[in-house]
């Protein structure tokens, strides 16, 4: 795909395209008209201060980090220190009451806002700004996180203190986190991935986890919301795995690589590292061996995977070797035979690691974060989340790395941030046909 370039005079279709989507007819009326927009649905967020005696408006502060966060600015400092360096900039389309807030002014702000309020208002504002123009079927991965630099040791002084853990919805449709929730630090995620799992719309897709989370209670909880679920059996059910172990013989996979009724069978071969990497996935539909099946509800079929490695080795003796490593991974879940499906969720459940949770530690830098303000450090995580669907979206056109555009960006918001609104505006309406 070719980017939307910068143009001074738009086109007839692309100035029909942005008279209907937000009202303008200007090519650089797009900064302050989409801002305007995400402005007008931060008035929503509940305040709590004394509002005779405020100095910034909540609007103001919280638009002022989206764009800084989508700079790479870290913490309170490197954004208290952008807005002032940009300070124009923001003036344009911001009313900047007050001037600009210190940085323990920005974390204080940040910590009264409610996080749910705000992760809804930005996920509501990324489907403004973005259409969906997905017609596959929506597999959502659930997945904790755990932010190391808000923990503190015990002194002498003081107890010890926790870090922030939250559990994560990531969306594969729309390459995004959907959903937080702040784990609390004297349980775990299984009775959160069960509150979540209540709360979310997730009809008609497939929901995955990591085999903690495998719990009876969680899996009801995703078919009473009419979610199907492909997740892992490991040491957590012993007796369970065991007995899939036991199943999945060498005759067992022979008969399904056959094409006995009933099952389905995929090879997928990937060179990787210098080495040869052969996934093989097997599922079946007979499961009356098991005399527990009904309670896990609606447990329809039984599957596993298959990892060979294959690595050339030099031995002492200087002859080539091959290393070969099997694993095997073993999975429940509610599907009919459909194995490209089956294989599909299991491959997709690692984009929660790959294109959120390794973003948030590399290119946001989240570990680093020292604040210990749990609900202010979960509103910046909400807002990382949301910077980097943004980035995901547009990455595409420009055809670099994450960390370059938000460099790109950070060298000369002023321009930069009008070409990005423009990939997101007019390229999504391209793409939907609109132009």
């Known amino acids: 795909m070719k980017p939307v370039k910068i143009k001074d005079k738009l086109d007839k279709r692309q100035k029909q395209y942005l008279k209907k989507r937000f009202n ?31 100095t910034y408006k909540i609007w103001d502060v919280v638009v002022c ?16 220190d952008f807005v002032e360096e940009k ?3 923001f003036r344009s389309f911001l009313k900047m009451t007050g001037g600009i807030p210190c940085a323990k002014t920005y974390e204080r702000i940040m910590s009264i806002i409610n996080y749910k309020e705000l992760e809804k208002i930005v996920l ?45 919805v990531y969306s594969n449709k729309y390459q995004l986190c959907i959903a937080s929730e702040i784990i609390d630090c004297k349980t775990n995620e299984i009775p959160t991935v069960e509150k979540l799992l209540g709360l979310l719309d997730i009809k008609n897709t497939i929901v995955t986890w990591d085999a903690l989370n495998t719990q009876k209670e969680n899996i009801k909880a995703a078919r009473a919301a009419f979610a199907d679920y492909v997740v892992p059996i490991k040491g957590n059910h012993p007796t369970f795995h065991k007995e899939l172990i036991d199943f999945f013989d060498e005759k067992q996979q022979e008969y399904i690589i056959a094409g006995k009724s009933h099952t389905g069978y995929l090879k997928i071969n990937e060179y990787k590292n210098g080495a040869m990497i052969t996934y093989e996935y097997f599922q079946t539909r007979e499961i009356d061996w098991y005399e527990n099946k009904d309670e896990w509800k609606d447990l329809t079929t039984i599957g596993m995977v298959k990892k060979t490695i294959v690595k050339k080795i030099i031995d002492k003796n200087k002859k080539v070797k091959e290393d070969i490593n099997t694993e095997y991974r073993y999975y429940i879940s509610s599907l009919g035979i459909d194995i490209e499906l089956f294989s599909k969720a ?30 202010a450090l979960a509103n910046l995580e909400i807002i990382n989340k949301f910077c980097l669907g943004i980035l995901k979206r ?26 990005l609104l423009s990939l997101l505006v007019l390229a999504d309406g391209r793409d939907r046909g609109e132009i």
């Not at 370059?404 to 060298?411: A, F, T, V």
Request: aromatic share 10%; with cysteine; proline share 1%.
């Open 24 to 54: 303008i007819s200007a090519y650089k009326d797009l900064t302050p008209a989409v801002l305007k927009n995400l402005k007008e649905q931060m008035k929503s967020l509940t305040d709590s201060r004394q509002q005779i005696k405020c």
């Open 124 to 168: 509501s504002f990324f489907k403004t700004i973005t259409k969906d123009v997905y017609s596959e079927i929506e597999i959502l991965n659930f997945d904790g996180r755990v932010n190391n630099g808000s923990k503190r040791k015990e002194t002498f002084k003081s107890g010890a203190i926790s870090p922030l853990n939250m559990l994560n």
């Open 394 to 419: 547009v990455q595409t056109y420009y055809n670099i790395s994450l960390k370059r555009i938000i460099g790109k960006l950070s060298l000369n918001i002023e321009e930069n941030f009008l070409e």
């Open 65 to 80: 980090v989206i764009i800084s966060a989508l700079c790479g600015k870290k913490d309170w400092e490197e954004i208290h």
């Open 87 to 89: 300070y124009n900039f």
């Open 346 to 375: 299991i491959r997709k459940h690692w984009s929660v690691e790959n294109k959120l949770h390794w973003h948030l530690d590399v290119t946001f830098k989240q570990d680093k974060n020292t604040t210990l303000d749990k609900n």
